[in-house]
Structure formats: C-alpha cells, structure tokens
T-cell receptor, first 115, second 114 residues
Framework: DTEVTQTPKHLVMGMTNKKSLKCEQH?????MYWYKQKAKKPPELMFV???????INESVPSRFSPECPNSSLLNLHLHALQPEDSALYLC??????????????FGEGSWLTVV | GEDVEQSLFLSVREGDSSVINCTYT??????LYWYKQEPGAGLQLLTY?????DMKQDQRLTVLLNKKDKHLSLRIADTQTGDSAIYFC??????????????FGKGTRLSVIA
C-alpha cells in the first residue's frame, strides 16, 4: 500500500479564516513534505519534516504553519491567507529523507480557494 | 544550481510511441523520477532510475539516462488515450541538511490523438 491520504479534497476559505489541511500515511515513512502547485506549474516545495522535526522551510510566509504531531500525520495550518495562495496543496512522504529509498509518494492533494 | 528542463507539449497518435525528454543540472542527484499528473489529480509515481543505471524498463515504460549529458528520457510504447496527462521529470539533489526533496521540471503535456 503506497497511499498518502489528504483531507479535505476541496476547501474554500475567507482571508480572515483559520483552517487546516491534513495528511496521513501508514507506510512507516519518516519524511513528509508539503508542496504547493499553481495551475499549469510544477509543484514547489514548501516544507520537509524528517523524523517529525522540521528540516526544510523554503522561506514560506508565516501564514502557513506546518505541524507534525506524529510520524503518520502532517498538518498545514492556514491563517490570514491571500487570494494568491489559492492552489493545489500536495502532501508527500518517503521512507527516509535522503539517499537510498527516497522514493517520494504523493497524495491526491487539497484544492484551496481563498476568497 | 538546481534546474530541470522539459519540453512543454507532445502530441502523438494512439498506438505510436511517445518520447518525453528532460535535462537536469545537479550531478549529485541519486535518483531521477517520472511522475504523471492527470487533470484534477495528484502526482502518480510512474518510475524512477538510480543514477548508476543507463536504462530501466517497466512494461510499456522505458527510461534512458545519459549521466554524462544529464539527459533523461521516458518512452511510452503503444501510447493509449489514457496516457494523456502531464509528465513531470524530477531530480533529488543532495542538500547539506541531508534531505533530498524533489525538484521538478515544468512538465510535458502529452496529448494522445485517437
């Protein structure tokens, strides 16, 4: 089973709202990722968690706040977003953060619309 | 620097072979990947190749790697309408943090004509 599950599939939120995107994997992977994808563009890395610790933050604005409560779960907390933050948010995981076995599996994504 | 280049569009007839090309810049990448994205969906890992290999075949898919030229290709034999999608080439360059997250090309939109 190579499944990464994301919820919700679709989210519409106002600029003053607080919401969260959730991601779950039960493959025993120790690295988890958030990517952002705008229409007709490739995914862009936002955050990497290695062994439940934040290891990469690609200069993402603080209105995006990641959280890794345990090795199976990854959240992305959203607050005071802008309309240009509307995108597909993809969660991914890999067995290890680096080197051999670093095949990265993606979820189906959460479509976020900020109004 | 990290950069992955792909042609943006490819159109083929059903039953023909498709070849999608990619060039990358970072020689530290241990693995190189091909992902498929259908409209409205996430990324599906199609195949990957370890950097010390020249070729990998998996059913209708053949990956060729020219490490000297940093060139990667994906050949899809007997292309079907269900193969219509965007295909992303990706590398995983090593960083000082030890992480190797993916760097994607812009994607090649494959259109299959019946």
């Amino acid at each position: 089973d190579t499944e990464v599950t994301q919820t919700p599939k679709h989210l519409v939120m106002g600029m003053t709202n607080k919401k969260s995107l959730k991601c779950e994997q039960h493959m025993g992977h120790r690295a988890m990722y958030w990517y952002k994808q705008k229409a007709k563009k490739p995914p862009e890395l936002m955050f990497v968690y290695s062994y439940e610790k934040l290891s990469i933050n690609e200069s993402v604005p603080s209105r995006f706040s990641p959280e890794c409560p345990n090795s199976s779960l990854l959240n992305l907390h959203l607050h005071a977003l802008q309309p240009e933050d509307s995108a597909l948010y993809l969660c991914a995981s890999s067995q290890t953060p680096e080197g051999a076995g670093n095949t990265i599996y993606f979820g189906e994504g959460s479509w976020l619309t900020v109004v | 620097g990290e950069d992955v280049e792909q042609s943006l569009f490819l159109s083929v007839r059903e039953g023909d072979s498709s070849v999608i090309n990619c060039t990358y810049t970072d020689s530290s990448s241990t693995y190189l990947y091909w992902y498929k994205q259908e409209p409205g969906a996430g990324l599906q890992l199609l195949t990957y190749i370890f950097s010390n290999m020249d070729m990998k075949q998996d059913q209708r898919l053949t990956v060729l790697l020219n490490k000297k030229d940093k060139h990667l290709s994906l050949r899809i034999a007997d292309t079907q309408t269900g193969d219509s999608a965007i295909y992303f080439c990706a590398e995983s360059p090593f960083r000082n943090s030890g992480n190797t997250p993916l760097v994607f090309g812009k994607g090649t939109r494959l259109s299959v004509i019946a």
